[in-house]
């Protein structure tokens, strides 16, 4: 037995090690950007980490910016048809820290707060002073569903829209919760659970594109990651009472990777006075699914944005500032 306990430790910090092919000890403020012709679509965040970004700009007079954050696993270029099709507005979205094209450690972060500094800075250091006077709105799928709350709550948007956020995550969660804090403590990056191979979209090209995509992470969720979702979740719901920010969400029924029952609590504590919960007959991604299933969830958040547009049209719009 106590061989068999060396051999887990020894595999699990032979694990660690080798899974940190990128540091933030390895970053530096004085480090060059990734490539010299892609420097501008880069920002260098407060880890020296440098994130990429993509700004997708309207093909008529904007209404609005609209902020895309990716959710566990991906990055932004899935969600490429997505900004195409608010054509009428400027759309940013950046890979998280540890995911698609950006630097970090893959699919870990120290503290989930770092994702929302990550936000913080495109928005106050690239889009304000870029676009000074059009309303911003921000958009999040599942865990950017999570990180789209953090953020609203720091920061002033005229609008925050959620696809199927991961406020309730799968039973799983209470394995990370027995286990995890004992061996965060001396192997935070080790490989924990697998992410569940449960359906997420109708769409089985989508899904099955997403499994060989090098940009995607389709390994275990590691520890220190695990635990700070967790964190995050319940954060969330201790804060809701204080969410003030015009609120929609849309939710899968079927959603078996975050529960619907996450989104209806959120929702019901919510502080803001304009919100809504759309609960519809799709699965965990309602924004892959196929045509004319993810041109209706379209359709519904452009209305639902219309609507505040021609509210605020007349005013003086306040920018995503820290409050």
């Given at each position: 037995m106590e061989k068999c306990c060396l051999a887990l430790a020894v595999g699990l910090l032979l694990v660690n090690k080798l899974d940190s092919t990128t540091t933030h000890s390895c970053a530096y403020p004085s480090r060059l950007p990734p490539t010299d012709f892609l420097k501008e679509e880069f920002f260098q965040n407060k880890l020296g980490l440098w994130i990429y970004y993509q700004e997708w700009k309207s093909t008529t007079t904007p209404k609005?910016?609209?902020?895309?954050?990716?959710?566990?696993?991906e990055g932004l270029h899935r969600y490429n048809h997505i900004a195409k099709a608010f054509f009428d507005y400027h759309v940013f979205a950046l890979d998280h820290q540890g995911f698609g094209r950006s630097e970090g450690d893959r699919a870990h972060v120290d503290m989930f707060e770092d994702y929302i500094n990550d936000v913080q800075m495109l928005v106050e250091d690239i889009i304000s002073p870029k676009y000074p006077d059009l309303p911003q709105y921000?958009?999040?799928?599942?865990?950017?569903g999570l990180i789209a709350i953090h953020s609203s709550?720091?920061?002033?948007?005229?609008?925050?829209?959620l696809c199927c956020p991961a406020i309730e995550i799968p039973a799983s969660s209470a394995l990370v919760r027995a286990v995890g804090l004992v061996i965060d403590f001396v192997f935070p990056k080790a490989p924990l659970i697998s992410f569940p191979a449960l359906p997420s979209t109708s769409l089985l090209a989508a899904k099955e594109h997403a499994g060989f995509d090098p940009l995607n992470y389709n390994g275990k969720i590691k520890v220190h990651q695990g635990l700070e979702l967790l964190k995050a979740t319940k954060f969330a719901i201790e804060k809701a009472d204080t969410f003030e920010t015009p609120l929609f969400i849309i939710h899968g029924k079927n959603d078996l990777h975050a529960s619907i029952k996450g989104s209806q609590l959120f929702i019901e504590k919510a502080a803001s006075k304009d919100k809504c919960l759309l609960a519809v007959e799709t699965q965990h991604e309602p924004l892959q699914e196929i045509r004319p299933i993810r041109n209706n969830i379209i359709s519904h958040i452009r209305d639902w944005l219309e609507i505040r547009h021609c509210n605020i049209s007349s005013q003086v719009h306040p920018r995503g500032a820290g409050r």
């Amino acid at each position: 037995m106590e061989k068999c306990c060396l051999a887990l430790a020894v595999g699990l910090l032979l694990v660690n090690k080798l899974d940190s092919t990128t540091t933030h000890s390895c970053a530096y403020p004085s480090r060059l950007p990734p490539t010299d012709f892609l420097k501008e679509e880069f920002f260098q965040n407060k880890l020296g980490l440098w994130i990429y970004y993509q700004e997708w700009k309207s093909t008529t007079t904007p209404k609005g910016i609209i902020i895309l954050l990716h959710g566990y696993g991906e990055g932004l270029h899935r969600y490429n048809h997505i900004a195409k099709a608010f054509f009428d507005y400027h759309v940013f979205a950046l890979d998280h820290q540890g995911f698609g094209r950006s630097e970090g450690d893959r699919a870990h972060v120290d503290m989930f707060e770092d994702y929302i500094n990550d936000v913080q800075m495109l928005v106050e250091d690239i889009i304000s002073p870029k676009y000074p006077d059009l309303p911003q709105y921000v958009m999040g799928q599942s865990m950017g569903g999570l990180i789209a709350i953090h953020s609203s709550l720091r920061l002033k948007f005229q609008g925050c829209i959620l696809c199927c956020p991961a406020i309730e995550i799968p039973a799983s969660s209470a394995l990370v919760r027995a286990v995890g804090l004992v061996i965060d403590f001396v192997f935070p990056k080790a490989p924990l659970i697998s992410f569940p191979a449960l359906p997420s979209t109708s769409l089985l090209a989508a899904k099955e594109h997403a499994g060989f995509d090098p940009l995607n992470y389709n390994g275990k969720i590691k520890v220190h990651q695990g635990l700070e979702l967790l964190k995050a979740t319940k954060f969330a719901i201790e804060k809701a009472d204080t969410f003030e920010t015009p609120l929609f969400i849309i939710h899968g029924k079927n959603d078996l990777h975050a529960s619907i029952k996450g989104s209806q609590l959120f929702i019901e504590k919510a502080a803001s006075k304009d919100k809504c919960l759309l609960a519809v007959e799709t699965q965990h991604e309602p924004l892959q699914e196929i045509r004319p299933i993810r041109n209706n969830i379209i359709s519904h958040i452009r209305d639902w944005l219309e609507i505040r547009h021609c509210n605020i049209s007349s005013q003086v719009h306040p920018r995503g500032a820290g409050r």
